[in-house]
């Protein structure tokens, strides 16, 4: 697990700009999506009842806007006549566009799910070759996001040229549609998206599927990279892809985000300790934060993680650079322990311990090391330290703890 | 070698869905083929003498059903005038027609091969660039299955797209003939086709051509990985195969499978136990059954593998689902043991440990990695456990052993 | 650190030759560019009082002519009717061709920046589909030296080939202007440029940006070679590139050479002892050597190391043959030891000893290794030293230390 | 270094056959070439002078006919008006078409050398794009055999089929002049040639350039495998590329071989132990046996060596089988030992142990590894056993030693 520390000083220097096309997640996206807890078995009542628990618990509040309806919304075959998509009128007796507008009343945005292939994922019919219909389609409906997958792409993948063209034709189409609709590329990282897609897309997954699992090595995710991986797979443990994570944060920024995939924060195959190790690495590697929950019935320990608003500050903070990797140190026994920093806006930085051994580890953190990028005259410095998983005196995240100079000496993490 | 355990529950939550085109393969293929036992050495005889042994046997009963005749049936040359593939008439006097319907007229399936290349890797005649003649053909000669090659393939290999389109154009001659073919991919798993080849395939094979040895490495099959191997070559011993298999069970389903190649059992390579775990790991990884001894001259050890009607079902079972290695461990003085589990429908699973070390091994078996796919309440409910090795007071594979809770404890294997 | 050696006797065999079509980079190029020191924080200013300090510090007696414009330059967007493009008008008052007539009034020679991409790395416009308009409008300016980078390429790497076309239109481009303008190609290694570009660029960057450090492992910089590296990134510690360099030294000659990245001599982030180490490695790698510490403020250590003569004369030799690793050992502790040798004209030879293990070592140096390739009669001959860092009695670089035979007896390097 | 045993019995299954289209090296070429001893420095009299001691040694005795000039007997440029090739004229005062007539004279056939890029690797002409107008050039010249290189390739590379495309340019263009000219391709193994040049080329190179040494690990032969190999590079020791044959041994048969360069012997930098092991090695594998000493200039060493006709039978043996190894052993201190054993025609086998480490090896070698592929039956055997580089009674090679059975017992390889 982690330690989460927030410092006050001045920022670096950033090596990438962008300016991202439809102005959209400027900062990482937040919302939920019925994946992770549902599957295929989702109907307009999973999302609505979701929707409204969203608004229930004043979720919003922290920034979760989109409410993302994943795979398998889809009728048994498109429109023979017009080609048009169409959802499956068992489950969306209403329509999507219906749906769409009762999710808009709650203040809240409305995601789709499609797969850049002959077939979804789970087997539905595929956008491949209909990304105009498609698009336009989405746009209609009041669309506010696209979750566009891989599946079943018919070999088009190889080269992060082939790969790209496959994504551009739908971008276009979105950007064509006039309505302003996210666009975030699940392509598991293959042909390296942070290479190809940060003026194409909003966000691109890095690695196979999310398993709700602390760190267990799993067959179905065989990389140990997502640099060239061939075989993204799913079942990749929560640590893992913090892992797979660090060398390609350097490519993320305004509008174009490394996703570690949905959160399985309250699903239960972690501890509480883990999830909270989950929640603040995908916030300081500025992930998506799109929770994968049933946020209908969720636990206290839950709802704690989830609205830290700290955590969520420093996601969505206006900087926009992910924390970098200064060191990672294998520990006997298994496991290894990493140290986290990030520059954040007004003079900010986060730091953070990560611990994926089976022990508890007490080491010194160096300043020289915190401050690597920043020099020498910022590792000298005395900062103000608040822990952000601690409460201050109004009950607010992130408790000032005095402060530090050269290094922080004797930390524990469990 | 292999322990082999049939528990009773819960079935799992599918991750991937598909629909294949043809309609066939919905469970893994079982046949017989020539090339293991007899190479380029076939004619007439050779198939049809092979074809009665199968009904003599009541191998028909078991599921075993496709004959199919492999490379070296080809004449010198195609048919000047048409193009036309021609059968070597001294070895098929009376055509492959003639051929084909005594096959038929057995109650069995007839099947054929060729090469996407300019010639077969026996140096025949190949299909590239004459996809649709010779799919046309072998629909007039009542070809049921078609084995396709990867020799020769002037150098259309190297991103999974260019291979999709060299063994997509002979998926869509296949199709365009009217008649169900089966279509068995054999280009080695060059280019990943358990990405690329599931809605154009009925299975496709992960690797270099088998070695009826169980585990010697040989370096005619050097790629430690099938994952974006470059030289798949042959001479692949059957345990270094289910380890090639691990990481792509995830991709087969109803429809489209994994191929390990054809199976060696009886052709004297491998001890008795090791013929049984090649049988049972095939099984349960869901790849083909496709026997490759001679089946006019087999040994009761031989019959009673390929006819354990437990195991087989489990390879046909309705569930589509291979096993998944849950763990793999190295043992001291080489070799490793692995464990393997799967579910299956009616509330069913498979459970294999693996043991290519040279001594034996004893060890506990926890269910909190049996069924880690479950989770917490399978891994608590008590199982009925079947020994599907050893017979029932009937004579039936498939011995009861009672109830198990929480572990299998102290499981030898020899 | 290094150890330096300038020998004297008869060159050996070339294996490659070339004919470069612009006449331009006979040896490696040889100025200063504004990135290291200044990144985006440029001006009009910014570059010309560097070139005043260029000609006051008589940088141009040693070689430097080129002042190189890096990235930040740009307006907002190009000239909307004609697609040209356009400067910072607040930055450059006075346009690029006023400043480009400044510097070449001061007897040196203009640089300017863009990327083979839709933007810069800076996010500025990039030069993707506007390479001819780009070299016009360049050749107008008065420009001489195009550093081209990759950043934003929208996928188009990935092969050899697909990199080669992309960057192949601007050689084009700047070869139809008629302007001698040297080509900097800086696609950071990918695909391979020492393969692909050596008969359209004078140079080719080997890796991902150079970070102003020793040898400290950065995950930004996550390749462990420069082959086939799908991810260059940057941080790229200094001694990692001198690894990443030692393979491809055989692909580099006259008008054709490997770039390791610009300077960091003076920019604060190593010792004296590792700049010296940079300066001369960088050197006899035959590398361009780009200044990127401020030239308008120079400690004396700083301008010794850039102003020493005998190093920038094995850069400059005519041989134009990259320094080969003869061996490299690990030491027990980290880093290694490894030992450089290469010929220049004049029968000279120099010779360098790398440690970057936190240790000093002794050893002893054999002409059995040294003169590997050369052969047994160079290594029976004799030969007059001179150590390069040291001085003279006139205070030249490069001391006659004797004659040596067979070896370099116990040789230490700090 | 090896020990060479040549044995008597039945031969084994042949898994690949192949019809040539040319009718050329059906078995391994043989002959010489100027490359490796002259370089670049080689005129009408360096070739008139080999041709001559070819003839005067009776070399063509031993099947060595094809005296090929390697790079650089190009002039400055093509013919102007027509595109064609020129010859340097101050080297070649006749002309090539009189250089050939006279090595034909002498009853040798006469080869030449090019690039299928645009430049040679020596700098001259290529033939990328001019294939049609050198091959039928090369043909009036009366040139029996093409050697084409790899340099300055455009970037065309990368995928087997960008490779296949570039060399089957040359091949369909050597076809079309109706000559039969052996085509010898040396594209360093990029792109797996074993996979995509069987039926266009006679030979492929497999790796980057042989060095005239044992076994030293050299930074510009950087590639640990020839499989997917992105920087063949040159100054490959002689047993590192016995070790890159091993895995594509299974490609090669009639007219079309693994070329693993040409041959050292005789050139200076390996002992005679070395070079016994260098030339028994190419002959077991079915290398191209091209002789790159000076032959007007010869040791009685280097002559035994390249006379032995027992080593050459095994080269041009009918069967045309490569040997494969066994196992491949570690050797305590460096080095390893490895078993090889190949079919030959007649019912006999060629089995060798190479010792790459620095002391001398003794061991027992089983038939159960000799005879792997072989079976049980062959294992079991009694053979007669022949020493290769042993003279019989009449002072041929091949002494006879007696029988053997089950193993050969304590055998010592230096």
Redesign the interface.
């Known amino acids: 697990m982690s330690k989460f520390w927030f410092l006050l000083t001045i920022a670096a220097?950033a090596?990438?700009?962008?300016?991202a096309d439809n102005g959209l997640a400027i900062t990482p996206q937040m919302g939920w999506n019925t994946w992770n807890h549902f599957?295929c078995d989702i109907s307009e009542d999973t999302i609505l009842s979701a929707a409204q628990a969203i608004v229930n618990y004043n979720l919003t509040r922290f920034g979760y806007e989109y409410v993302i309806m994943d795979d398998c919304w889809h009728a048994a075959s498109r429109d023979n006549a017009s080609g048009a998509p169409v959802a499956d009128s068992t489950k969306f007796p209403n329509g999507i566009k219906d749906l769409s507008d009762k999710v808009h009343a709650l203040g809240l945005k409305f995601g789709i799910y499609s797969s850049a292939g002959?077939?979804t994922?789970?087997?539905r019919f595929g956008s491949l070759g209909y990304e105009g219909i498609d698009a336009k389609t989405y746009a209609e409906w009041g669309v506010d996001y696209l979750k566009y997958d891989n599946?079943?792409?018919?070999?088009?993948?190889?080269?992060?040229?082939?790969?790209?063209?496959r994504y551009?034709n739908m971008s276009r189409a979105l950007n064509a549609t006039g309505r302003p609709i996210l666009y975030s590329m699940c392509n598991w990282g293959e042909?390296?998206p942070?290479?190809?897609a940060?003026?194409i897309a909003n966000s691109w997954r890095i690695s196979g599927d999310i398993m709700d699992n602390f760190d267990?090595y799993d067959?179905?995710c065989?990389?140990t990279?997502v640099?060239?991986c061939?075989?993204p797979?799913?079942?990749c443990a929560m640590a893992r892809i913090i892992d797979f994570a660090?060398?390609?944060?350097?490519k993320a920024g305004h509008g174009h985000w490394n996703d570690l995939d949905m959160l399985e924060v309250g699903n239960?195959?972690m501890t509480f300790d883990e999830y909270v190790t989950h929640f603040s690495m995908w916030s300081i590697l500025k992930s998506p934060l799109i929770l994968g929950n049933d946020v209908t019935n969720m636990t206290n320990e839950t709802l704690n993680i989830i609205t830290n608003k700290a955590i969520i500050d420093i996601n969505q903070d206006s900087n926009g650079s992910p924390a970098?990797?200064l060191w990672?140190r294998s520990i006997d026994g298994g496991g290894d322990l990493s140290l986290w920093a990030g520059g954040l806006a007004n003079n900010c930085y986060v730091v953070a311990l990560l611990n994926t051994s089976p022990s508890s580890q007490t080491i010194d953190i160096e300043f020289s090391d915190v401050f690597?990028d920043q020099?020498?005259q910022a590792q000298s410095q005395t900062y103000t330290i608040y822990d952000l998983w601690q409460k201050d005196d109004s009950g607010s995240w992130g408790k000032n703890l005095g402060t530090v100079q050269g290094s922080f000496g004797n930390v524990s993490v469990g």
Do not use: M
């Open positions: 220097f090596r990438y700009a962008f300016a599957g002959t077939y994922c789970g087997g599946c079943y792409n018919e070999g088009r993948a190889g080269t992060p040229l082939i790969s790209y063209e551009a042909d390296g942070w290479n190809f940060p003026n267990r067959d179905r065989p990389c990279s640099i060239d061939k075989l797979g799913f079942h660090a060398p390609v944060g350097q239960g195959g970098n990797r990672k690597f020099g020498k």
